[in-house]
């Protein structure tokens, strides 16, 4: 059974951290390109950071760039994501994704609430 189970969101001030965490099981680790998006009410969902499982190479959005860092521990089977000096505008649900690339296969976690507010 494919799972992918998202933890460490929560309620944070602007300037805090935070670390989000995505343990996948069900399948081949390291065949699938592995991301996080966020989607904020009334918006659209959008990607946020993407990291290959071979070679660990790793693309941001432009709004998260030198603030959030993706990473992985392929012996754990998790991605990381690691937010810095997070801001109001990056209150949302945090999703996390894993694809293959070639078969177009994908599936989605159940999402973790990331909360930015004084």
């Known amino acids: 059974q494919v799972q992918l189970v998202e933890s460490g969101g929560g309620l944070v001030q602007p300037g805090g951290s935070l670390r989000l965490s995505c343990a996948a099981s069900g399948f081949t680790f390291s065949s699938v390109v592995m991301s996080w998006y966020r989607q904020a009410p009334g918006k659209e969902r959008e990607l946020v950071a993407t990291?290959?499982?071979?070679?660990?190479?790793?693309n941001y959005a432009d709004s998260v760039t030198g603030r959030f860092t993706i990473s992985r521990d392929s012996a754990k089977n998790t991605v990381y994501l690691q937010l810095n000096s997070l801001k109001p505008e990056d209150t949302a649900v945090y999703y996390c994704?894993?694809?293959?690339?070639?078969?177009?296969?994908?599936?989605w976690g159940q999402g973790t609430q990331v909360t930015v507010s004084s």
């Open positions: 990291i290959t499982m071979v070679g660990g190479s790793t």
């Open positions: 994704n894993a694809k293959r690339s070639l078969t177009g296969w994908s599936f």
